[in-house]
């Protein structure tokens, strides 16, 4: 993995995954909720997270859904359940004519410990353009 002096003291911690819900774009933006699960390397663990992706910007179109793919990085390789609660904010750009790509580039979580990898992969079904400013927002997500 090629690093940037800011991520130089990173560890790459394991894997956010989240399931979106249909999303309708309103040209200036538009809310998602999510079912995200983490899937920590070391030790092997998963925990569950609601979540609510908001962009703001040129967001026009409709996707039926999708899912939303991160590595994790973390300033700490040790991860706990609340270590991924909280809010993330960056920039993305989704483009969807049927099968549809995005890129997220978020950073947060608790005490801004998390990075999210600088490419996310979002696969999604629909009609959309979307540019802006994004905020993801992690809370419980009930039984692991």
Not at 8 to 31: E, H, K, P, Q, Y
Not at 35 to 45: D, L, S
Request: net charge positive; with cysteine.
């Amino acid at each position: 993995m090629v690093t940037s002096p800011a991520q130089a003291d990173l560890f790459r911690v394991g894997r956010l995954v989240c399931s979106a819900d249909a999303r309708v774009g309103l040209i200036v933006g538009s809310t998602q909720s999510l079912r995200c699960v983490f899937h920590n390397t070391r030790p092997a663990r998963q925990y569950i997270y609601a979540g609510r992706i908001s962009r703001m910007g040129l967001d026009i179109g409709l996707t039926q859904g999708g899912v939303l793919s991160w590595a994790v990085l973390a300033k700490n390789s040790r991860i706990g359940r609340a270590t991924m609660r909280g809010t993330y904010v960056g920039a993305s750009g989704h483009v969807a004519l049927g099968p549809g790509l995005g890129a997220n580039v978020l950073i947060g979580g608790s005490r801004r410990s998390v990075v999210l990898q600088p490419l996310s992969v979002e696969l999604s079904v629909g009609i959309n353009l979307a540019i802006g400013v994004t905020r993801l927002t992690l809370g419980s997500g009930g039984r692991q």
